[in-house]
């Protein structure tokens, strides 16, 4: 089968397309035919080395495809599945653990269906789990035109709350609105102080900072006494180490570094936010913004413009037909 296989791990010119041997299912696992897969940033954390995963690897997460062999004989040969957490699915053919994998509903897209899983569930753990948003409570999302962005800006403007979106372009800023987003500001404004301005005096109750790096201090800065950093990502690299003493200095705030492993490890977890983001795409609650595609000879140009800060919403790779 064809694949993007990574045998040392660099830059995008790292991803190449190789014939190499189709994976065998074990017990615990579904062997499907992808048709699309899923491009997140965590796909760029394993090509670049920054997470760890033995060499060579076939990189990728998520997808969408049609069901080839059920070792349990459970699901039926042909049934359209979606999945996250399924290493290796910038490919042909994968195995997607059979916990890890959702019917896709009649009317959702391939490209939708390919992209809703990952996202959408961190999303969701994020806004209805680390910090569950209340009517009338405020948030600040750093990309907030990204995959993750965008559909945490919907929910959280969905349950009432007041959103304050960072983004890097006026064309960003036009999709963080359309998102739902209350107030979208620029990465070289000052935050603590915009955010203030707009929030009635005060920090907001929590920040939800996919960009790490370059927007921790000011996570902490704009966050209001008690209130809480998730810390969720590293866009622009990780955090460097720093003083616990200014979580005090800020006023007792908390700080977390949440996984969607870890968010979706409880009995039932996983289904139920999987449940939660696949019907809110059926109702059209939930809008999903694919905003590129390309064959899966190019990931190396999704990755490329990906961390050219290129692309909104999701991109995806297609696979087969
Ligand atoms: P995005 O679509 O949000 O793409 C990344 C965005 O980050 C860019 O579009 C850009 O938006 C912004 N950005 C800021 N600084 C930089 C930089 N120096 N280089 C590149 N991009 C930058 O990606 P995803 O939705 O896939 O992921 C968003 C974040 O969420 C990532 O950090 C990812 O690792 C994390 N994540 C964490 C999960 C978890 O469970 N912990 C699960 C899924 C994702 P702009 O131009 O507006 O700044």
Known sequence: MKAIQISQTGGPEVLHVRDIDAPVPSEDEVLVDVQVAGVNYIDTYYREGVYHAALPFVPGLEGTGRVVYDPQGEIAEGTVVAWCDAFGSYAEQVCVPRDRLVAV????????????????????????????????????????????????TQMAAAKGARVFSVVSSNQKEKLALEAGATEV????????????????????????????????????????????????????????????????????????????????????????????????????????????????????????????????????????D
């Open 105 to 152: 509903p009649e009317g959702v897209s391939p490209d939708v269906a390919a992209s809703m899983l990952l996202q959408g569930i961190t999303a969701h753990y994020l806004t209805y789990g680390v910090y569950d948003l209340q009517e009338g409570d405020s948030c600040l999302i750093t990309a907030g035109a990204g995959g993750v962005g965008l559909l945490a």
């Open 185 to 320: 500001f620029r990465y070289s404004d000052n935050l603590a102080e915009v955010v203030r301005r707009r929030n009635d005096g005060v920090g907001v109750d929590v920040v939800y900072d996919g960009v790490g790096k370059d927007t921790f201090n000011e996570s902490l800065e704009a966050v209001r006494p008690r209130g809480t950093v998730c810390l969720f990502g590293a866009a622009s690299g990780p955090v460097e180490p720093f003083d616990p003493q200014l979580l005090n200095t800020h006023g007792s705030i908390f700080l977390t570094r949440p996984s969607i492993g870890a968010w979706t490890s409880g009995e039932g977890e996983f289904r139920m936010r999987a449940q939660a983001v696949t019907q809110a795409v059926v109702d059209g609650t939930l809008k999903f913004r694919v905003s590129s595609s390309y064959p899966l000879a190019e990931a190396a140009q999704a990755h490329r413009d990906l961390h050219a800060r290129k692309t909104t919403g999701s991109i995806v790779l297609q696979v087969q």
